[in-house]
């Protein structure tokens, strides 16, 4: 099972972006679908956003236009491109391999 690794998260103000990475223990090339989620609290965990190995994205409705999902199959690490940061997109964001691979989470606070 491929293990993953997610940095990035930090305390950013209303209208900054950040920029999180998710490091794979192995190769992602064959890896079909990986995607973002996350959890803000007292909510359930929630998809972000997907991408399938052919490069064809998914986002949720409340990140279309603001967030962009990437992958780099030769560095194995997928990221997460997050402009206009809202407070509401205060959450831990986890990635996963959809399949059961998860990481331990990356804390984004959108604060002034």
């Known amino acids: 099972q491929v293990q993953l690794v997610e940095s990035g998260g930090g305390l950013v103000q209303p209208g900054g972006s950040l920029r999180l990475s998710c490091a794979a223990s192995?190769?992602?090339?064959?890896?079909?679908?990986m995607g973002w989620y996350r959890q803000a609290p007292g909510k359930q965990r929630e998809l972000v956003a997907t991408?399938?190995?052919?490069?064809?994205?998914n986002y949720v409705n409340s990140v279309k236009g603001r967030f962009t999902i990437s992958r780099d199959n030769a560095k194995n690490t997928m990221y997460l491109q997050m402009n206009s940061l809202k407070p509401e997109d205060t959450a831990v964001y986890y990635c996963?391999?959809?399949?059961?691979?998860w990481g331990q989470g990356t804390l984004v606070t959108v604060s002034s």
């Open positions: 991408i399938t190995s052919g490069n064809k994205t």
């Open positions: 996963h391999d959809g399949q059961q691979a």
């Open positions: 192995r190769s992602i090339r064959s890896i079909y679908d």
